[in-house]
């Protein structure tokens, strides 16, 4: 028996950005609701050590598109 265990991707597309919301309490949750075609919504809670890793990997991704990408 292998010890690799396949995991499921999903792709979806994103129309818009449609709210976040910050809780007060440090320790709270932050919520991301997104739009999706035809008017369906997706909320995304994270923890706070789970945005801290989101907030890092979108920092690499700009710096590195800021590499890619020749200023205006």
């Known amino acids: 028996m292998s010890d690799e265990h396949e995991v499921a991707e999903i792709d979806l597309d994103v129309?818009?950005?449609r709210q976040?919301?910050?809780t007060t309490d440090p320790q709270g949750e932050t919520?991301?609701?997104?739009?999706?075609?035809?008017?369906q919504?997706?909320?995304?809670i994270?923890?706070?050590e789970v945005l801290a890793k989101l907030e890092a990997h979108l920092a690499?991704?700009?710096?590195?598109?800021a590499k890619?990408?020749?200023l205006q």
Not at 31 to 39: F, K, T, V, Y
Not at 41 to 44: C, D, G, H, R
Not at 60 to 65: F, I, K, P, T, V
Request: charged share 25%; proline share 10%.
């Open 15 to 17: 129309e818009d950005v």
């Open 20 to 22: 976040v919301a910050i």
């Open 31 to 39: 919520i991301i609701s997104l739009e999706m075609p035809g008017r």
């Open 41 to 44: 919504f997706m909320n995304l």
């Open 46 to 48: 994270f923890s706070p």
């Open 60 to 65: 690499e991704a700009n710096e590195a598109r």
């Open 68 to 70: 890619i990408t020749p």
